[in-house]
């Protein structure tokens, strides 16, 4: 079982940045690719970008690249997806997940909420 809780959305203009964080409880968390994905109001839920499990490893959807940068930190059991340049088109509601098989992201948190205004 792993358990995953996003922190850090909230309200930024345009040109802003945030991070996000995403903790995670249980033991297979630093064996696990993590994602990060998005579903903005009235949109389905959009794949921003994963992680692999050592951390050397990346990779962004289109949208995002050269804007935002996914870390990692195992030792302590979180992952951070940092926002640069934001656009009002980034607004939405922000989630972690973790991979259990190839494209299978089985776990995921509640959501944080970032709105980028214009």
């Known amino acids: 079982q792993l358990q995953l809780v996003e922190s850090g959305g909230g309200l930024v203009q345009a040109g802003g940045s945030l991070r996000l964080s995403c903790a995670a409880s249980?033991?297979?968390?630093?064996?696990?690719?993590m994602g990060w994905f998005r579903q903005a109001p009235g949109k389905e839920r959009e794949f921003v970008g994963r992680?692999?499990?050592?951390?050397?490893?990346?990779y962004y959807a289109n949208s995002v690249k050269g804007r935002f940068t996914i870390s990692r930190d195992n030792a302590k059991n979180t992952v951070y997806l940092q926002m640069n340049s934001l656009t009002p088109e980034d607004t939405a509601v922000y989630y972690c997940?973790?991979?259990?098989?190839?494209?299978?992201?089985?776990?995921w948190g509640q959501g944080t909420q970032v709105t980028v205004s214009s």
């Open positions: 249980g033991r297979t968390f630093s064996s696990s690719t």
């Open positions: 997940a973790a991979e259990v098989g190839v494209g299978d992201f089985a776990y």
């Open positions: 992680i692999s499990w050592s951390g050397r490893s990346t």
